[in-house]
């Protein structure tokens, strides 16, 4: 059965910087695009990164300061934060489907981690 097991949240003040990693089982991971959304308090899940092989996507809120990455020998994807701002705050879930049509869409993805707490103080 797959397993998606997010880390590396919690509590940083604005300007600091975390790297969430999601650890994958039960697929073979390098088939997999591989993504990142967050869902804020009150608000909708949004997206904020994905990778395929090697190529990456990223929400507009996220370019410049975001990146993610992975590593098929460990069945890891990485999502590195810098500047991070108040905004930032949320649940972070780590999706994983073999060939997502639309990247950006949660929909698309047919596995999804239980989310790790990221908090952005002011």
């Known amino acids: 059965q797959v397993q998606l097991v997010e880390s590396g949240g919690g509590l940083v003040q604005a300007g600091g910087s975390l790297r969430l990693s999601c650890a994958a089982s039960?697929?073979?991971?390098?088939?997999?695009?591989m993504a990142w959304f967050r869902r804020a308090p009150g608000k909708e899940r949004e997206f904020v990164a994905a990778i395929r092989s090697s190529s990456t996507d990223y929400a507009h809120s996220a370019l410049g300061r975001f990146s993610i990455s992975r590593d098929n020998a460990k069945s890891t994807v990485y999502l590195q934060m810098n500047s991070l701002k108040p905004e930032d705050t949320a649940v972070y879930y780590c999706?994983?489907?073999?060939?997502?049509?639309?990247?950006?869409?949660?929909?698309?993805?047919?596995?999804w981690g239980q989310g790790t707490q990221v908090t952005v103080s002011s």
């Open positions: 039960g697929l073979t991971f390098s088939n997999y695009a």
């Open positions: 999706a994983a489907d073999r060939r997502p049509l639309r990247i950006v869409i949660g929909s698309e993805y047919d596995y």
